[in-house]
């Protein structure tokens, strides 16, 4: 835009910064590098580390930007492992690739030409199709590069149409790629399959729907390859553009199927468009998720103040979406049959739960006043700054941003779903 610009970065996010304005183009842009990360240290304090490199910045704001470098372009060549047998040939593969950063600690399946041949014929689209610019190392995610990453997942031919439509969706800006990728938080995409593609390739919606174990094998490692692209094609590897602060087990595999035929309302998919002989992919930005047990309650009042209960936790990211009038966090019920059972049998729809989900899931605003600087909150959101602490205010900004799936098996135990952003659904594409 032709306005000088200088990045003020702390130590512990330089590579960060290198790697997502080279990914930008902007790898000419002058930075200034001050101490530890700005943050849970005192104002006095920032304002004297920042001040400290002040001539720095004033440099970086006036002198001769440099001329871009050309990125390097990645190699063809074939990389080739040999061992005393193939499993020794495989365990060198598979320390070769953690070392270079390309695996996400487990054991992958050789991505061989042969291999990635038959995994592409999974589907009628081309090779060299560019299926998105990935974000947040803009990428480009090409169906082969997708396929290569399903063959190190484990996945068959059959489960790559289901892989892309994921991809696909996290595409959109609603999702928020970049913020789910690049974040300190353990946020990690959610895919929840809906349609007959259910049946047709054994994903699992009942007892261990998220895994572990062998009827939620195909649920695992659909989940393993969206991670694997995430990290592979859009370069969100750990410590470089990954700067999750501790992790989760989440962002390993994170995929469900919608127990439709336990579903007392209606699927899903149905609900957001689509017929319900179509198969689909919804993808949740997650952030955590949590159980909710509840083999008690017997009515729809009394499940859901279980709900309430879960949501209204200090831990909910409502105070975040103070500091923006439009963030969207949306979560998300997954509603075991049994608890799905009693608030259906007794009349209650959908909406019914989402109203009641708005008006009992609310936090009191000392809890949000605590982790929150006054200077932060957006303009549409003052007011909660001078409201007493017992106050309460919802989780969410309507009753339409509570979104409900029914998933698992028989007991009483549910989950929810802290989500950061808003859900994306697209169809299948064989």
């Known amino acids: 835009m032709g306005i000088p610009s200088v990045g003020i970065v702390s130590s512990g996010f330089t590579a960060v910064w290198e790697a997502r304005h080279r990914a930008m183009g902007m790898d000419v842009l002058p930075r200034v590098r001050v101490g530890p990360a700005l943050t849970e240290i005192p104002p006095e304090q920032v304002r004297e580390e920042v001040l400290a490199h002040a001539d720095d910045v004033f440099a970086g704001l006036t002198e001769q930007p440099r001329v871009p470098t050309t ?49 592409v014929a999974g589907t009628s689209r081309q090779r060299d199709e ?47 790629l970049t913020a789910v990728a690049q974040s300190t938080g353990p946020q990690t995409p959610l895919l929840v399959i809906n349609g007959p593609i259910r049946q047709q390739i054994g994903i699992n919606s009942g007892i261990c729907a998220l895994g572990p174990g062998s009827p ?9 390859a969206v991670r694997l692209v995430m990290m592979n094609v859009g370069h969100a590897y750990p410590g470089v553009m990954d700067m999750d602060t501790i992790g989760s087990p989440n962002k390993y595999s994170m995929c469900v199927g919608e127990n439709e035929e336990a579903n007392p309302w209606g699927p ?26 509840d083999l008690v309650s017997c ?5 859901l103040t279980t709900f309430a209960y879960t949501a209204n936790s200090p831990l909910s990211p409502t105070w975040f979406y103070l500091q923006r009038d439009t963030a969207k966090f949306e979560h998300l019920l997954m509603i075991c049959p049994d608890h799905a059972r ?29 982790p929150t600087r006054p200077s932060a909150v957006a303009p549409g959101w003052k007011w909660v700054l001078n409201q007493p602490d017992d106050a309460l205010v919802p989780v969410v900004r309507e009753p339409g941003d509570f979104h409900i799936v029914v998933v698992g098996a028989a007991s009483g135990k549910s989950a929810y779903v802290w989500d950061w952003a808003a859900p994306i659904t697209k169809p299948i594409r064989f």
């Open 71 to 119: 990125p390097a372009v990645a190699s063809d060549q074939l990389l080739r492992y040999e061992g005393h047998d193939f499993l020794d040939a495989l365990r060198i593969l598979n320390g070769d690739f953690i070392h270079r950063g390309w695996g996400d600690g487990l054991p992958i399946v050789p991505p061989t030409p042969e291999a990635v041949e038959a995994m």
């Open 216 to 224: 939620s094998w195909v649920n695992t490692v659909i989940g393993r």
């Open 130 to 176: 560019v299926v998105i610019i990935m974000d947040p190392g803009r990428g480009i995610a090409t169906v082969e590069k997708i396929a290569i990453n399903c063959v190190m997942a484990g996945c068959r031919p059959e489960h790559l149409p289901v892989v892309i439509a994921a991809i696909e969706a996290m595409s959109e800006p609603l999702f928020g």
């Open 268 to 293: 899903l998919h149905v609900e957001r468009g689509f017929r319900s002989d179509e198969s689909t992919v919804t993808v949740f930005p997650c952030g955590s998720c949590i159980d909710v047990p």
């Open 342 to 370: 009693i608030i259906a049998d007794a009349g209650w729809t959908k909406n019914d739960v989402r109203r009641f989900m708005f008006h009992n899931a609310r936090i009191p605003v000392g809890v949000i006043k605590n």
């Open 299 to 303: 009515t729809p009042e009394a499940v």
